[in-house]
């Protein structure tokens, strides 16, 4: 069974950068989908970016990030990043990674059955 753990998150003013992680153990990574998830206070977790585990991996974008957010993996290294770039106060939320071993491109979080512990993003404006 595959453990995620994110790393990565803290405060940042309003168009600064992050690069999250989301690293892998227990087992190989390279065949899983991995998802990054967030929730807002008092708002539902959402998709945020998912990427496929073949090669040439394919990835999808909520509308709210694209062009801001790429995500990627090194599976070598057990590890997907999704890295944020001109962040805004309401990306503001928990970030949770998702994996499913699959071929599959997940968008949806009812899909995923293994679940980081998250990890906090707050862009102060």
């Known amino acids: 069974q595959v453990q995620l753990v994110e790393s990565g998150g803290g405060l940042v003013q309003a168009g600064g950068s992050l690069r999250l992680s989301c690293a892998a153990s227990?087992?190989?990574?390279?065949?899983?989908?991995v998802g990054w998830f967030r929730q807002a206070p008092g708002k539902e977790r959402e998709f945020v970016s998912a990427?496929?585990?073949?090669?040439?991996?394919?990835?999808d974008y909520a509308d709210s990030v694209k062009g801001r957010f790429t995500i990627s993996r090194y599976n070598a290294k057990n590890t997907v990043y999704l890295q944020m770039n001109s962040l805004k106060p309401e990306d503001t939320a928990i970030y949770y990674c998702?994996?499913?071993?699959?071929?599959?491109?997940?968008?949806?979080?009812?899909?995923?059955?293994?679940w980081g512990q998250g990890t906090q993003v707050t862009v102060s404006s």
């Open positions: 998702a994996a499913q071993r699959t071929s599959t491109l997940l968008t949806n979080e009812v899909a995923y059955d293994i």
């Open positions: 990427i496929s585990w073949t090669t040439g991996s394919s990835t």
């Open positions: 227990g087992r190989t990574f390279s065949s899983y989908a």
